[in-house]
């Protein structure tokens, strides 16, 4: 690796990092904060609509930042095929967010545990909108992630701002997820703008029928990234059909600290992708680095849950504090068996293009988590919801392993 791609190679660490940390201090100062002002009840009805929300968002992230990534690391120089990604992607996330908000709506209508938190789904469906605007997967291609983190730091001090300014009382839970999409819409209102100016973008809408071509030729890209992003929030989401809202806020938690704990390989994962499709020879120095952190990251969650959780969240109820604990102690091998996924499936499979081979591992591994979810959930509630999220991505892990070490037998 000579100085210019070292150079940018430790650029785009730095400023995914930047990202990472500037979402770790968010949820380090904001959710105690929070939970103090709105009480762990609210707070777990909060968690149980976004969860569902970011379900939906992350469908209108239709894979891009694999498919996308990939094509505008590849001919992002020129001017004419990155005008035609654009409006792509621009164009399919205008058909899904439209056909997202008229399913948001309808489920409102139709069914009670959702008519009950009509006003907050009624907020959250700004996040979804403010999203269409979001192009990190641009910058994620064009090698250009340093601007990320100043865009993530506007949205992230406005919505501080926001509620510092109007949550204040318990009842303020509703308007959480609005003060949120405010944020985020502003932030992507002006990274969008930006983008259309400097690299001199035409909108184009494709008609429909193009759109439904793209859906269908990436839909293994979309599964790929959809399900394994989809898995934290649809372990909360469960949980909370299960109807209780503390149990919902011991989930979620127990899923930002593993998130947390994460963050590392989430950003080396990014960095290294991009690099890996260009020179594949260094697979074998990313995996070795990304499984080495992973490893070590594993065991600190473990260690670190009893000292840091009672101070960090200010909770006086020890037995939720205990719960807490509880939780994040079981999700502990989740960075562990992330970093394998990255490095055996995204910075592997995917690079030798098993892209299907990886969307069938990944449907198989979380059938068979949803299933032990759906019978444990109900009677067992977030530790369901954790038994749910180890089963599937350690089978993820497992089949990525196996299938990478047989990869000249692949079909």
Request: proline share 4%.
């Given at each position: 690796m000579n100085s210019k791609n070292l150079y940018q190679f430790l650029e785009n660490i730095v400023s995914l990092f930047s990202v990472k940390v500037i979402d770790l201090a968010l949820a380090v100062l904001l959710i105690p904060y929070l939970i103090l002002k709105v009480g762990i009840v609210n707070y777990g009805r909060y968690a149980f609509v976004i969860s569902l929300v970011l379900l939906l968002v992350n469908i209108t992230n239709y894979g891009f930042n694999l498919t996308t990534v990939r094509d505008l690391a590849k001919y992002g120089k020129d001017t004419k095929k990155l005008n035609q990604l654009f409006n792509e992607v621009f164009s399919v996330k205008i058909y899904l967010t439209g056909f997202l908000l008229m399913l948001l709506l309808i489920l409102?209508?139709?069914?009670?545990?959702?008519?009950?938190?009509?006003?907050?789904?009624?907020?959250?469906?700004?996040?979804?909108?403010?999203?269409?605007?979001?192009?990190?997967?641009?910058?994620?291609?064009?090698?250009?992630?340093?601007?990320?983190?100043?865009?993530?730091?506007?949205?992230?001090?406005?919505?501080?701002?926001?509620?510092?300014?109007?949550?204040?009382?318990?009842?303020?839970?509703?308007?959480?997820?609005?003060?949120?999409?405010?944020?985020?819409?502003?932030?992507?209102?002006?990274?969008?703008?930006?983008?259309?100016?400097?690299?001199?973008?035409?909108?184009?809408?494709?008609?429909?029928?193009?759109?439904?071509?793209?859906?269908?030729?990436?839909?293994?890209?979309?599964?790929?990234?959809?399900?394994?992003?989809?898995?934290?929030?649809?372990?909360?989401?469960?949980?909370?059909?299960?109807?209780?809202?503390?149990?919902?806020?011991?989930?979620?938690?127990?899923?930002?600290?593993?998130?947390?704990?994460?963050?590392?390989?989430?950003?080396?994962?990014?960095?290294?992708?991009?690099?890996?499709?260009?020179?594949?020879?260094?697979?074998?120095?990313?995996?070795?680095?990304?499984?080495?952190?992973?490893?070590?990251?594993?065991i600190t969650m473990f260690l670190s849950a009893a000292i840091f959780i009672k101070p960090w969240l200010k909770i006086d109820d020890l037995e939720i504090v205990q719960q807490v604990i509880f939780s994040i102690k079981m999700l502990s091998p989740t960075p562990f068996l992330m970093a394998v996924i990255s490095a055996y499936g995204v910075n592997g499979l995917l690079v030798y293009g098993k892209d299907k081979l990886v969307g069938y591992i990944i449907l198989a591994s979380t059938a068979l988590g949803l299933l032990l979810g759906f019978f444990l959930i109900p009677k067992y509630t977030y530790i369901g919801g954790v038994v749910f999220l180890l089963t599937a991505r350690g089978l993820y892990a497992v089949l990525s392993i196996f299938f990478f070490k047989n990869k000249t037998r692949v079909p």
């Open positions: 409102i209508l139709t069914i009670p545990a959702f008519s009950t938190y009509k006003l907050l789904f009624g907020f959250a469906s700004f996040l979804i909108i403010g999203d269409l605007f979001s192009l990190r997967w641009f910058f994620l291609g064009v090698e250009k992630m340093k601007y990320i983190p100043a865009i993530n730091l506007v949205a992230t001090l406005i919505y501080v701002l926001l509620v510092v300014l109007f949550i204040k009382q318990p009842k303020d839970f509703t308007y959480i997820i609005l003060v949120e999409a405010i944020g985020i819409t502003i932030a992507g209102a002006i990274s969008f703008t930006y983008i259309l100016l400097e690299y001199k973008i035409k909108i184009q809408l494709l008609p429909f029928v193009k759109v439904q071509r793209y859906l269908y030729d990436n839909f293994s890209s979309f599964i790929i990234l959809f399900i394994p992003s989809m898995l934290s929030n649809a372990a909360v989401f469960m949980v909370g059909l299960a109807g209780i809202p503390t149990n919902v806020s011991i989930m979620q938690l127990g899923v930002k600290v593993a998130n947390a704990f994460s963050t590392i390989n989430a950003v080396l994962t990014k960095v290294f992708y991009a690099m890996v499709n260009r020179k594949p020879h260094i697979m074998k120095t990313s995996f070795t680095v990304l499984i080495s952190i992973g490893i070590i990251l594993s």
